[in-house]
């Protein structure tokens, strides 16, 4: 473990389900982030939060909603979500946003979307 | 952010030591270089991060020249669990550049 905890580690959803994914860290760290990794392509950010506030959404469609609770918890709700939207999600923290020692990465949810 | 350029792939045999060279033309003053490594269905793991000359872990070594132009990652006596992508980024550590992935170097360890 890492000390960022993702959960579940394997999603298969229909492209009609709701479903969340939950990312938790008590690493004391004030800065989240949602990344998305497709097969043999480089990881993409999706979302960044700051001290549970949004500030960052690169373009990613309205399909994925993340939520931010605290400073300990992320999730990203999934809605409507189309085959191509199967992928590795990848959630990190860091102490803020600068670069200080790197970011954590949990392990990651295989989401496939049938 | 500085662009960066890495090999798509190297192989290497168990033992030996690898060197895995990043370009970086465009870095700026206050960016510094940062290393990961990613294994297949997990996260990426930092590994190491310097700003000028040598830096060394218990993990690997990163020397960057001068000119800052470019960076190696030295990994001593890799294993077959060194197998993994490993991923070159050069950013502003103070003002909160996120981090952008490219590509990476897969980099195969065989016995």
């Known amino acids: 473990e890492t000390g960022v905890t993702q959960t579940p580690r394997h999603l298969v959803m229909g492209m009609t389900n709701k479903k969340s994914l939950k990312c938790e860290q008590h690493l004391g760290h004030n800065a989240m982030y949602w990344y998305k990794q497709s097969a043999k392509k480089p990881l993409e950010l999706m979302f960044v939060?700051?001290?549970?506030?949004?500030?960052e959404n690169n373009s990613v469609p309205s399909r994925f909603s993340p939520e931010c609770p605290n400073s300990s918890h992320l999730f990203l709700h999934l809605h409507t979500l189309q085959p191509e939207d199967s992928a590795l999600y990848l959630c990190a923290s860091s102490q803020d946003r600068g670069w200080n020692y790197g970011y954590t990465f949990g392990s990651g949810t295989r989401l496939t979307v049938v | 952010l500085a662009k960066t350029t890495q090999p798509i792939s190297m192989d290497s045999y168990e033992g030996q030591e690898v060197n895995i060279t990043c370009s970086h033309n465009?870095?700026?003053?206050?960016?510094?270089i940062t290393w990961y490594q990613q294994f297949p269905s997990q996260g990426p793991r930092f590994i190491i991060q310097g700003y000028k000359t040598k830096v060394t872990n218990e993990v690997a070594s990163l020397f960057i020249p001068a000119d800052r132009k470019s960076s190696t990652l030295s990994l001593p006596r890799v294993s077959l669990s060194d197998t993994a992508v490993y991923y070159c980024?050069?950013?502003?550590?103070?003002?909160?550049?996120?981090?952008?992935f490219g590509a990476g170097t897969i980099l195969r360890v065989k016995s």
């Open positions: 465009n870095i700026a003053t206050n960016d510094y």
């Open positions: 980024l050069v950013g502003d550590m103070q003002y909160g550049n996120k981090l952008v």
């Open positions: 939060y700051s001290l549970e506030e949004r500030v």
